[in-house]
């Protein structure tokens, strides 16, 4: 199997809706400019290339009920396939996650999403804005305990200039 | 007044920033904005940057220059060879410029970090950039002193 699907952060996701679905967001500080970005990648891979890890998807859940948000299931759940570790890729995903917890910048949450993208065998990059995960040293070291020099990568925008 | 020295040596106005399509502009005044931060240079000390898409960004900056006209009555104290190299740096192409700068805040982030750790970090965002470009303009910014690279 090759690495052929993007994984979407809890960010990414909610700038794609919010582009999407601008009513639901009205009052929530979305960067219009991460929107549009966010719906020009995802249009440019395909949805069918997309998928939404089941931890995001809690994460999101969650926050869209702070924000006061409530977009309904078919919104949230309705636009990619969901994404959950595999049997066969627990071994790996417990190797990332114990390099990504030492480092104190990244919250917990965060590295068990980007361990979950690190250790997946279909994973090709994980789309975020978190300026955090896109520069982060351990994150780097993980993907290549993990991967060698066949990682994924971890952007905003994985398109060539 | 520092974002309109910094908008005269640029040849922008505030108006054209604010124009949505004038993208280029705000990068380019965002990434020389940054070089000024990394190089010391009061009152651009002030702005936290972020390794945003392309590269380096502050969204206190953007705000300064959407503002009809600066709340900063502060002229920066350049001296001529950081001037000099402010206008080497902006005379470069956005992909240039994004690179370089992103080069810039790893290194600020992680001193003592290996070119190759830097590249692989790089490209952990932009996995376009080749080995060839990457190792040709951190080449060109260790021949600058200043840069401390």
């Known amino acids: 199997m090759t690495r052929q699907y993007y994984y979407l952060d809890t960010n990414y996701i909610l700038a794609y809706l919010a582009y999407k679905h601008p009513e639901h967001f009205k ?5 219009p400019t991460e929107s549009r970005l966010a719906n020009s990648v995802i249009g440019y891979l395909t949805p069918e290339k997309i998928k939404m890890p089941l931890f995001v998807l809690a994460e999101l859940v969650t926050q869209l009920k702070e924000k006061n948000a409530f977009v309904g299931i078919d919104l949230l759940i309705g636009y990619f396939e969901i994404a959950m ?12 996650l114990k390099i990504l917890i030492k480092d104190e910048r990244l919250e ?12 997946s065998y279909e994973c090709a990059g994980l789309l975020t804005f978190d300026d955090l995960l896109i520069s ?17 990568v971890i952007t905003s925008d994985p398109r060539s200039k | 007044m520092s974002v309109d020295w910094l908008l005269q040596i640029l040849g922008m106005t505030r108006d054209e920033l604010k124009m949505e399509e ?23 000390t002030k702005y936290d940057f972020s390794l945003y898409i392309h590269g380096p960004y502050s969204p206190e900056l953007a705000r300064e220059y959407y503002l009809e006209r600066s ?8 001296s ?23 080069i810039l805040m790893i290194r600020e982030r992680y001193p003592r970090i290996r070119s190759e750790e830097m590249l692989s970090i790089l490209r952990l965002s932009k996995p376009w950039i080749t080995r060839e470009e990457f190792e040709k303009i951190l080449s060109e910014l260790k021949s600058k002193p200043h840069l401390k690279l």
């Open chain 2, 80 to 102: 001529d060879d950081k001037l000099e190299l402010l206008n080497w740096f902006i005379n470069h192409d956005e992909r240039w410029l994004e690179i370089a700068t992103s």
């Open chain 1, 27 to 31: 009052n929530v500080d979305i960067n």
């Open chain 2, 71 to 78: 709340e900063e009555p502060q002229v920066p104290a350049i």
């Open chain 1, 136 to 152: 982060s040293r351990s994150i780097k070291n993980a993907n290549e305990k993990i991967n060698g020099s066949e990682g994924i």
């Open chain 2, 22 to 44: 004038e993208f280029l502009k705000r990068f380019r005044v965002q990434k020389a904005a940054y070089l000024l931060k990394y190089l010391g240079v009061r009152p651009f």
């Open chain 1, 108 to 119: 917990v949450m965060d590295g068990i999403i980007v361990a979950h993208a690190i250790s």
């Open chain 1, 85 to 96: 570790i595999k049997k066969e890729d627990l071994k790996k995903f417990v190797e990332a």
